[in-house]
């Protein structure tokens, strides 16, 4: 890892000369590849953590979703601009308290695509959200402890209870994975939380694993006063 940062940092000069680098939410000229203009920093709104709806659960987000996010988000996830992971796992990390000394890591648990979506999409966005957030000292990744089961259709535009129902029984833990959650505080991952019903899904798979604790991470979380349609 350390030679291919050192590459990168060689290469950079070159790579924004052929490609100068630009704000993934508007196209105005930035820094570097990886930033954000300052008008489309100014605009993220950063939410207090609270819990997931119906369960006492702390939600570390790093933006509500509003314009800005949502572009981002649209970019990352429908876009195929998988380079974004970094930029969003860092503004997630910022939001993230930092391990205690001595303390073993909390475990970074993304939230499952089914395998056609997974095919169809090529990568799961939140599995690289929690590989980025590995990389940066969060925790460890363990990308394959949930399993999405049941293909289930876009949640998009579906209600709170529309989602419960879809989602019931789709998601379990891999037995072969549960082992390693036991007793060990576990961090969901997820780019967008919107109802809370994937997450609760997630939750309520994770807790049969007899997790110390569980938290969900996430970039931007839906909130009533910042009325955009998830994508």
């Excluded at 000369?17 to 930035?30: D, E």
């Excluded at 570097?32 to 993220?44: K, P, Y």
């Excluded at 959200?129 to 363990?142: H, V, Y």
Aim: glycine share 8%; aromatic share 6%; charged share 20%.
């Amino acid at each position: 890892m350390a030679v291919v940062a050192q590459l990168a940092r060689q290469f950079a000069p070159v790579v924004d000369l052929l490609y100068p680098p630009r704000c993934p939410s508007c196209g105005g000229a930035v820094a570097a590849q990886d930033g954000l203009c300052l008008d489309c920093w100014s605009t993220l709104d950063v939410p207090d953590n609270t819990d997931v709806a119906g369960h006492a659960v702390p939600v570390h987000a790093a933006t509500y979703y509003n314009d800005t996010s949502r572009r981002l988000v649209l970019a990352y996830k429908h876009g195929g601009r998988i380079a974004l992971s970094r930029l969003l796992a860092r503004l997630v990390a910022a939001r993230l308290p930092d391990p205690q000394p001595g303390a073993s890591l909390p475990v970074l648990v993304p939230v499952p695509l089914h395998r056609w979506r997974l095919w169809q999409r090529g990568f799961n966005q939140s599995a690289l959200l929690s590989q980025e957030l590995a990389r940066m000292g969060k925790g460890e990744a363990e990308v394959a402890a949930l399993v999405r089961h049941r293909r289930t259709p876009n949640l998009g535009g579906l209600g709170r209870e529309a989602r419960e129902r879809v989602l019931k029984g789709a998601i379990r833990i891999d037995p072969s994975r549960a082992e390693y959650l036991a007793g060990r505080d576990v961090i969901l991952v997820d780019d967008v939380l919107t109802s809370g019903a994937t997450s609760r899904a997630c939750i309520a798979a994770i807790a049969t694993a007899g997790p110390a604790s569980i938290a969900v991470a996430c970039f931007a979380r839906v909130d009533e006063g910042h009325r955009f349609a998830p994508p």
